[in-house]
């Protein structure tokens, strides 16, 4: 079985500082690779994707996400966050036809 | 409106009586899923359909039915429903062109 590990659990920064949520991964195959947005009482919301091509990818709300296929890694990152990115951040992976997801990570963003 | 729904959004019963949980799209999508999320767990993968008449396992199908029977329902059935089934669950459809996944916005369940 595959697994998706994002190391923190819990990431809180103030306002307008830079912010990275780190994904790693353990295919050895090839992948597509997610970032979803969880915000309270909510369902998920696809912030950014990778299937193939450049490995730097921008996604919604001024996020973007690096793939690095020697680490097997994803990591989110956005230069300057606000009150409103406040959420619950989900890394995802996709083997053949399956997906799996990360435990989380849930963003705190301090005024 | 592209949608995913999903019936009943909260619902609280008991320990070995059938239920379902309804899920629907107006995407034409092939693939559908349903997943349940635990704290501190994410998202885990209960069954997914790549089309009609078509239904696979997930990670975690023990204690689960689907049934496939058109291509916009995609029912959960939990037939003798335990309380390690109480979970937030969610049906979400996928589209072949852009791999977006699209999630319904959740059932959550308490089996007492």
């Known amino acids: 079985a595959q697994s998706v590990t994002q190391l923190d659990s819990q990431v809180p920064v103030f306002e307008e500082a830079p912010v990275e949520l780190r994904c790693n991964y353990s295919s050895s195959v090839s992948v597509y690779l997610f970032w979803y947005v969880q915000y309270p009482n909510q369902g998920l919301q696809l912030l950014l994707k990778y299937l193939s091509g450049s490995t730097l990818v921008k996604g919604i709300n001024g996020f973007e996400a690096e793939f690095n296929k020697s680490q097997t890694s994803f990591h989110l990152r956005k230069p300057s966050v606000h009150i409103s990115d406040t959420a619950e951040y989900f890394c995802?992976?996709?083997?053949?036809?399956?997906?799996?997801f990360g435990t989380g990570t849930s963003l705190t963003v301090i005024p | 409106e592209a949608q995913v729904t999903q019936n009943p959004r909260y619902l609280i019963t008991v320990t070995g009586k059938k239920l379902t949980v309804t899920c629907s799209q107006n995407?034409?999508?092939?693939?559908m899923s349903w997943y349940r999320q635990d704290p501190g767990l994410g998202l885990r993968q209960i069954y997914y359909?790549?089309?009609?008449?078509?239904?696979d396992k997930g990670d975690v199908p023990e204690g689960y039915k689907v049934s496939r029977k058109e291509k916009r329902n995609f029912p959960l059935i939990l037939e003798s429903p335990s309380p390690n089934q109480t979970s937030l669950y969610f049906c979400?459809?996928?589209?072949?062109?852009?791999?977006?996944?699209?999630f319904g916005p959740g059932t959550r369940l308490t089996v007492t």
């Open positions: 359909s790549m089309n009609v008449e078509v239904t």
């Open positions: 979400a459809t996928v589209s072949s062109n852009s791999y977006e996944q699209y």
């Open positions: 995407m034409n999508h092939e693939y």
């Open positions: 995802a992976v996709s083997v053949g036809n399956q997906f799996y």
